[in-house]
């Protein structure tokens, strides 16, 4: 009876039943083929898919929503659908003049239309002309492919299964004025795109606008024309597809909403992470004029100063200082010593911001007139330096909106100069403990740990490598121009493949914030940089030091403290006077649980970042807050149990914790 009625209901309202309406803020915690297909070298790269493997040489990925979308009710049918999508893409050259290729979004009878070729074919297109199957792209191309009649190498096309566009306009919009406004597309700005799929006019709008610009109301892009149709098959697979060839480009999809019953639903546009270049300094990218210009200019400079140089060289410098092969491969971020030595008023006292362990930092003012941070490292050997490198070059690619970003590089002898977007506001200790002018509230708090949290989280899963941080403490927690919290200094991190022992034979790390195994099999791994982050809740919290000598003994070490008031049930008291009143009591006795959790003395009973970034942001995620922390219930050893004590230092040898580098 009941299939029956199904089956009416199924003919009274064939494409209903059918009907795709999603919406992805972000791909954080998709899985393949169940939440989007990925094809060949696509991959969920935290929050976003990427399409292209830079180490592969000619490489193509495509990323489809799993379920065909209708698009006939019927093979020969004249009905054509419609729908409405819109997304958040950026792609990002590694060296900004390299030819680019961009990124299409594409309606395919097939995820692997045959004949698919690389390069500037999209991964999606092949080199003959004969058509092979239903396919329709709309190209975000970032490249000029005079064969292809392309215009320039920063424009949209409408694809009709066939490379060359039946149209094509240059990437832009139109402002509520009507003036067109270029839009720059291989810079890693994220751009949003809107389509207007139109099957009873066979119509396709595009529009295009960076995030932050409304949407326009004008398409940047209109095509229509009925042989439309004669491209599209009665069901069809929907999303994205691009690729690249010895040139790295990173192309990359942040958000996707689609709709075939009315207007996609709108992208929440906050949040996002930023692609940035990597190193302001390959950005010559011009055209062929300005390069003869600058040719020229760098050739009679070259002349006039070589002699200079030369002389300045042979006198000062009698110690081979050559560039050697492998400082070559890690070319597109070096900067000059000059560059830097100029940018740093020559490392002058005025332009130092602070000396850790590892060496000087100096505030440093690009020619561009940027802002960055110039870390010196010293090191004592060649080849150190040479693995230490591929480490750092492996980490100049990491790109999150809470890690301080790592532009570049440069070596002079032994030394080696690190260059890192400069933050503002300094550093979270100097807001929490120190006398600071102006006091940060709970709710501000409360952000930075959440931004730490995603940072950390992106180095433990967000990565095809896991990055160990191995010294977080709120002296490495940068506070930006907006006071968000990004973690730095990666000076301490080693890479570590996934599932591989970590094995080191040094404990790094800072005293109050190591974790308790360490002491003993000093094998630093996510977990004990969890256990760190568990301080860092704690102090922000409580809003003092970890450990603070000047308090009464019991109280001296800030875990054991918050532990003991806790089991007591009082563990508000603990709480940071300052900000008495600007929280939510069972909202800060969450966040102290946490805090504790993650300090629990064994690794494994402490929650991955993951979790603890779900736990913050509140949202439900695969353990509740009540699976997570039930092994925090009062009474429960391990926790209120003095006997096991994971933050009781006094145990531990003491120039074990302390042998820093
Ligand atoms: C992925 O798909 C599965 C199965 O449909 C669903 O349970 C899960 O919620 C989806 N995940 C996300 C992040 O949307
Ligand atoms: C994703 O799933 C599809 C279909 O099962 C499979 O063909 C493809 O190889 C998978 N891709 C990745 C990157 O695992
Ligand atoms: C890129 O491809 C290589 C080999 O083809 C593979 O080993 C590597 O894991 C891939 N990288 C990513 C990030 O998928
Ligand atoms: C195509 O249309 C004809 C009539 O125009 C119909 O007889 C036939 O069944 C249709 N074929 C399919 C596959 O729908
Ligand atoms: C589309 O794909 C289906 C199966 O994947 C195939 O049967 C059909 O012939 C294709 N349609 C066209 C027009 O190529
Ligand atoms: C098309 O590409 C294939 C594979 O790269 C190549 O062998 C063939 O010569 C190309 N054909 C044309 C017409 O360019
Ligand atoms: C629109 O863009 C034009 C230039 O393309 C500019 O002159 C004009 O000021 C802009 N109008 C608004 C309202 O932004
Ligand atoms: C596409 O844009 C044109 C011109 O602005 C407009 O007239 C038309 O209604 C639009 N179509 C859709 C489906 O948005
Ligand atoms: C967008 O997301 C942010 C947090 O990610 C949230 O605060 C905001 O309310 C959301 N905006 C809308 C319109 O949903």
């Not at 999209?122 to 005079?146: H, R």
């Not at 295009?208 to 004008?218: F, K, L, Q």
């Not at 006398?435 to 730490?452: A, C, F, M, Y």
């Not at 800072?510 to 760190?532: F, H, K, Q, R, W």
Request: aromatic share 10%; glycine share 8%; hydrophobic share 40%.
């Amino acid at each position: 009876m009941s299939a029956l009625l199904f089956l009416i209901i199924l003919q009274l309202f064939p494409s209903s039943i059918f009907a795709l309406d999603f919406l992805f803020n972000s791909f954080n915690g998709f899985s393949n083929d169940t939440n989007i297909t990925l094809i060949n070298d696509a991959r969920f790269d935290f929050s976003v898919v990427r399409l292209t493997n830079d180490s592969n040489q000619f490489s193509f990925g495509r990323a489809f929503y799993p379920t065909k979308i209708t698009m006939k009710p019927s093979s020969n049918s004249t009905t054509i659908s419609s729908f409405s999508t819109s997304f958040v893409f950026s792609v990002l050259p590694e060296i900004a003049s390299s030819p680019g290729f961009g990124i299409a979004f594409v309606l395919s009878n097939t995820t692997s239309p045959p004949g698919a070729l690389a390069s500037q074919y999209f991964g999606l297109f092949s080199n003959s002309s004969a058509t092979v199957a239903p396919l329709l792209a709309i190209e975000f191309d970032t490249g000029q492919n005079p064969e292809f009649n392309d215009p320039d190498d920063n424009h949209i096309g409408i694809d009709l299964n066939n490379i060359e566009s039946k149209v094509t306009t240059s990437a832009g919009y139109y402002n509520s004025s009507g003036g067109f406004v270029p839009i720059r597309m291989r810079n890693g700005e994220n751009i949003r795109a809107w389509i207007e799929f139109d099957g009873t006019n066979l119509e396709i709008n595009v529009t295009i606008a960076p995030i932050g610009v409304s949407r326009p109301s004008r398409p940047t892009l209109s095509y229509k024309n009925p042989d439309i149709a004669d491209y599209l098959s009665s069901e069809m697979f929907v999303g994205f597809s691009a690729s690249k060839t010895e040139w790295i480009e990173a192309q990359r999809v942040l958000a996707w909403s689609l709709s075939d019953t009315g207007t996609a639903r709108e992208i929440n546009n906050t949040n996002f992470p930023v692609f940035e270049p990597v190193s302001s300094s390959s950005s010559l990218s011009s055209g062929a004029i300005a390069g003869i210009i600058l040719g020229c200019v760098v050739f009679l400079v070259i002349c006039a100063s070589g002699f200079y140089w030369w002389w300045r060289k042979n006198r000062l410098e009698e110690e081979d200082d050559e560039i050697e092969d492998w400082e070559l491969e890690y070319w597109p971020h070096r900067f000059s010593y000059e560059e830097l030595s100029q940018a740093t008023n020559g490392f002058s006292k005025e332009q130092l911001l602070g000396s850790g362990g590892f060496g000087k930092v100096y505030k440093a003012t690009l020619p561009n007139n940027t802002e960055v941070a110039v870390k010196c490292v010293n090191h004592d050997s060649k080849q150190g330096l040479r693995e230490f490198m591929a480490e750092i070059s492996s980490m100049g690619r990491l790109q999150h909106k809470n890690l301080v970003q790592l532009r570049g590089w440069c070596r002079k002898r032994n030394e080696l100069m690190l260059v890192y977007d400069y933050m503002p506001n300094g550093s979270l200790n100097r807001w929490i403990f120190d006398k600071p002018t102006e006091l940060l509230g709970w709710d501000q708090r409360r952000r930075i740990l959440i931004d730490v949290a995603e940072g950390l989280n992106y180095l433990h899963h967000g990565w095809d490598q896991v990055v160990i941080h191995r010294d977080i403490k709120s002296s490495n927690i940068l506070l930006d121009s907006d006071k968000r919290g990004r973690l730095g200094d990666f000076g301490l991190a080693k890479l570590y493949q996934h599932g591989e022992i970590p094995n080191t034979t040094r404990v790094v790390g800072t005293l109050g914030y190591l974790a308790p195994e360490l002491a003993t099999i000093a094998a630093p791994t996510s977990a004990s940089d969890v256990y760190s982050f568990g301080v860092v809740v704690l102090e922000v919290a409580c809003g003092r030091k970890p450990i603070d000598m000047s308090c009464p003994e019991e109280e001296a070490v800030l875990i054991d403290w918050v532990r003991d008031l806790y089991g007591n049930g009082k563990a508000l008291e603990a709480v940071d006077q300052r900000i008495k009143g600007d929280y939510n009591e069972k909202e800060m006795e969450m966040i102290l649980k946490l805090g504790l959790a993650c300090c629990h003395p064994q690794p494994h009973r402490r929650p991955t970042m993951k979790e603890v970034g779900a736990l913050l942001v509140g949202e439900e995620a695969a353990a509740t807050p009540a699976d997570l922390l039930s092994g925090l219930a009062r009474d429960e050893s391990g926790i209120t149990d003095g006997g096991d004590r994971g933050g009781d230092f006094s145990e531990a040898p003491p120039q074990v914790l302390l042998s820093h580098n």
